[in-house]
T-cell receptor, first 113, second 120 residues
């Protein structure tokens, strides 16, 4: 799976949008971009994923650049409960490669009141 | 069950002893993964099961580590002759599988709460 680069940490004000960047310059055509987060003392939680189109769900939006070399996860109105480590993962989605998730260091997001 | 269940939630063992960690995946999920997370660090992939295919063992750190899964049900991760560096949270996850029936990739892996292993 392609390597991803994320800032190690960032702060966000409660109620404001949080924009989390991720670089994946070596991504290949059959790799998807996935985001997970891990709240302290819990297992990781899926947030969103995409291939090349921007995606939105009830938790977040995912903006993928046209060249697919980077993406941004947007939490539209951050709450204190969004404080967590956010992992950006690119992942092969062909059957032979299986479904392995390879986690990097992630971004530690602290939402402040 | 409602989610991925792991047991025990906490395990303290003496150095040199063997331990078994259990994972009950979500019913119907063909894929099952084990990860290790040391204190303050990211998730380290250990092993992946997909249906009846040979497991991907590429992340197992040594031959003291092994895992089994019978069919598409329970999995056990066994650590033999535990060492202090094995202390970590061991996380299990399951998902529907590599591809959905319509050929599109499935969406997410569901994680359990983990087993916190402390080797003293």
């Amino acid at each position: 799976d392609a390597k991803t680069t994320q800032p190690p940490s960032m702060d966000c004000a409660e109620g404001r949008a949080a924009n989390l960047p991720c670089n994946h310059s070596t991504i290949s055509g059959n790799e998807y971009v996935y985001w997970y987060r891990q709240i302290h003392s819990q297992g990781p939680q899926y947030i969103i994923h995409g291939l090349k189109n921007n995606e939105t769900n009830e938790m977040a939006s995912l903006i993928i650049t046209e060249d697919r070399k980077s993406s941004t996860l947007i939490l539209p109105h951050a709450t204190l409960r969004d404080t967590a480590v956010y992992y950006c993962i690119v992942r092969l989605m062909i059957k032979a490669a299986g479904n392995k998730l390879t986690f990097g260091g992630g971004t530690r997001v602290l939402v402040k009141p | 069950g409602a989610g991925v269940s792991q047991s025990p939630s906490n395990k303290v063992t003496e150095k040199g002893k063997d331990v078994e960690l259990r994972c009950d995946p979500i019913s119907g999920h063909t894929a099952l993964y084990w990860y290790r997370q040391r204190l303050g660090q990211g998730l380290e992939f250990l092993i992946y099961f997909q249906g009846n295919s040979a497991p991907d063992k590429s992340g197992l750190p040594s031959d003291r580590f092994s895992a089994e899964r019978t069919g598409e049900s329970v999995s056990t991760l066994t650590i033999q002759r535990t060492q202090q560096e094995d202390s970590a949270v061991y996380l299990c996850a399951s998902s529907l599988g590599a591809l959905r029936r319509d050929g599109l990739p499935n969406t997410e892996a569901f994680f359990g709460q983990g087993t916190r292993l402390t080797v003293v």
